[in-house]
């Protein structure tokens, strides 16, 4: 069964509270709760409504359409 699963917080040292123009800082973990590896996979995730992604962003995420989008190449094994 191919089953992949995400979990998105904020990193550890990120303030719960922030106003406008500060840097928001979240961790996403992706898990392959399957029996096959994983390969090839693209995240897609939401920009919240005033956000915007930081140009200094070296994590390999992009914005596509109002989206963020990163590849990851894998595998990810089970």
Known sequence: AFDLALRKQLAADQPAHVLVGDIVTYTVE???QGTVA???IVVVDYLPAG???NPF?????????GLLEKSIAGPLQP
């Open 30 to 32: 992706i898990f392959n």
């Open 38 to 40: 994983a390969a090839n």
């Open 51 to 53: 956000f915007s992604l």
């Open 57 to 65: 962003d070296l994590n390999g995420w992009r914005e596509v359409g």
